[in-house]
């Protein structure tokens, strides 16, 4: 059982930045293809950027490419998702996932992820 836990939620004023951490308890996250979604109020769970195990391949959503970074520290404990120019609209609560398995292309389906975190609520005012 891998335990997740995000951190680095806030209430942001638009066009600031964030970054997000998640991390697994007692383990590094270098075996697992990680994950961030996101769900804003009265909306499903969506994706939000996913990086591979060993290049670090990356994806995301075309909604936050340019402004989003997903990445790993060096010893692959920790994932983070550095959010810039952030939108009233990119407001939600904020999902770490954890993939044991090969994804291929299906980075952005959540049934694909094995651990989720319990989330990190993200604001940004207007």
């Known amino acids: 059982q891998v335990q997740l836990v995000e951190s680095g939620g806030g209430l942001v004023q638009a066009g600031g930045s964030l970054r997000l951490s998640c991390a697994a308890s007692?383990?590094?996250?270098?075996?697992?293809?990680m994950g961030w979604f996101r769900q804003a109020p009265g909306k499903e769970r969506e994706f939000v950027a996913a990086?591979?195990?060993?290049?670090?391949?990356?994806a995301y959503a075309d909604s936050v490419k340019g402004r989003f970074t997903i990445s790993r520290d060096n010893a692959k404990i920790a994932v983070y998702l550095q959010m810039n120019s952030l939108k009233p609209e990119d407001t939600a609560v904020y999902y770490c996932?954890?993939?044991?398995?090969?994804?291929?292309?299906?980075?952005?389906?959540?049934?694909?992820?094995?651990?989720w975190g319990q989330g990190t609520q993200v604001t940004v005012s207007s």
């Open positions: 007692g383990r590094t996250l270098r075996s697992y293809v």
């Open positions: 996932a954890a993939s044991v398995g090969y994804i291929g292309s299906d980075y952005a389906t959540q049934s694909e992820y094995d651990y």
């Open positions: 990086i591979g195990r060993s290049r670090g391949d990356t």
